[in-house]
């Protein structure tokens, strides 16, 4: 856990949030909304977190692709006045985010394929998924060479290279077999997603999650909501110290939804 009276603002603000939450919060809805915001998982009690891992959800408390798009893309729409250079603060207020949860494997390849994916639509340029993600796996492994051997490297950017090559293609074939939109846009890429990290989970952690399917296409849609909602009322919470037990009943009210679950 950061503490929050480290020289570094990122520790700081680190630390802060997790004291915030602590204080404002039960105990285990402040540890999912902690690693929710910070994905720093280490808080969360040992038998809510097993339950969390078998139930296959464990990268939703990952910073990832899933937290930093949303971020990006809302930043998009806020900062969409500036047109083409809309990307850039956006990008910026993305690996800002990246800074404060420490530099996470998943969350740099997230900020870093934002970036690229900005950039390109801002040229005018169509920006390939497979070069994209290339591109962020050869950054990451020359600032931190050691993640090449990681089971979380390989978790990370397994799940984006299934999204990337069969997602579509699952996609296509549950259209074809005339499955509600809805559903057939929940199950394409959580599918695509667990063909390539299914695996991986098995040799590095020697299991795998009956109920994941299940639990994925019930919680993924409702991630961003979770995520932009805790965020939110966290920031306002810190900034409103005196109203945080009032800015953070919704967000509690959720993950009690959620353990219940």
């Known amino acids: ?73 809302a930043a998009m729409l806020l900062f969409r006045k500036l047109g083409r250079f809309a990307w850039i603060p956006s990008w910026l207020l993305a690996f800002g985010y990246c800074a404060f949860c420490g530099f996470t494997v998943s969350s740099l390849r997230a900020a870093l394929m934002c970036g690229v994916f900005g950039a390109s639509r801002a040229f005018g340029r169509k920006a390939d998924g497979l070069e994209t993600l290339a591109f962020a796996a050869v950054v990451v492994l020359l600032l931190f060479p050691a993640q090449w051997y990681a089971a979380g490297f390989r978790l990370s950017f397994g799940a984006c290279l299934g999204l990337s090559l069969f997602s579509g293609s699952f996609s296509r074939a549950f259209r074809r077999l005339h499955l509600p939109r809805a559903v057939a846009g929940a199950l394409a890429p959580t599918l695509a997603a667990q063909l390539t990290t299914a695996p991986i989970l098995l040799s590095s952690f020697g299991y795998l999650s009956v109920w994941s399917t ?48």
């Open 214 to 261: 299940l639990l994925n296409l019930l919680l993924v849609p409702l991630v961003p909501v979770f995520f932009l909602c805790t965020l939110l009322s966290a920031a306002l919470a810190l900034l409103l110290p005196f109203a945080a037990g009032v800015l953070l009943a919704l967000p509690e009210g959720l993950f009690a939804l959620l353990i219940l679950v």
């Open 1 to 73: 856990i950061a503490s929050a009276e480290s020289a570094d603002p990122f520790l700081r603000l680190n630390g802060k949030l997790y004291e915030m939450l602590g204080g404002n919060m039960d105990r285990d809805e402040a540890s999912l909304a902690y690693a929710l915001l910070s994905g720093s998982s280490g808080v969360i009690e040992e038998g809510l977190k097993e339950t969390v891992r078998k139930g296959g959800i464990a990268h939703i408390f990952a910073v990832s692709g899933l937290h930093i798009g949303v971020l990006f893309g």
